[in-house]
Nanobody, 126 residues
Framework: QVQLVESGGGLVQAGGSLRLSCAASGRTFSTYAMGWFRQAPGKEREFVAT????????AVADSVKGRFTISRNNANNTVYLQMNNLKPEDTAVYYC???????????????????WGQGTRVTVSS
């Protein structure tokens, strides 16, 4: 079992930065692939970023490439999403997800993950 708790969301002006954190419980965190997804009002959930269990493989959505970076610290069971140059269209609830090590292609699909956090809201004003 893995429990995930996101933090770091808030209100920021366009062009600003935020760093989201996802703290995971459980002794097997280092064996899990982690992902960030988001859901904007009235829209479907979409993939944002994923990172392999070792941190050696990452992938981000084209819409955030060059602006968002995913990283993890297995020593403190935390995964991060650094978000720079935020845009109003980044406004959404951001969710952290986890599952046993996944191939990168599968890790971009929300249905691949069995564990989800409660989400943290990010609002970007223009």
């Amino acid at each position: 079992q893995v429990q995930l708790v996101e933090s770091g969301g808030g209100l920021v002006q366009a062009g600003g930065s935020l760093r989201l954190s996802c703290a995971a419980s459980g002794r097997t965190f280092s064996t899990y692939a982690m992902g960030w997804f988001r859901q904007a009002p009235g829209k479907e959930r979409e993939f944002v970023a994923t990172i392999s269990w070792s941190g050696g493989v990452t992938a981000v959505a084209d819409s955030v490439k060059g602006r968002f970076t995913i990283s993890r610290n297995n020593a403190n069971n935390t995964v991060y999403l650094q978000m720079n140059n935020l845009k109003p269209e980044d406004t959404a609830v951001y969710y952290c997800a986890a599952d046993v090590s996944l191939p990168v292609v599968a890790a971009t699909e929300g249905n691949s993950y069995g564990y989800w956090g409660q989400g943290t809201r990010v609002t970007v004003s223009s």
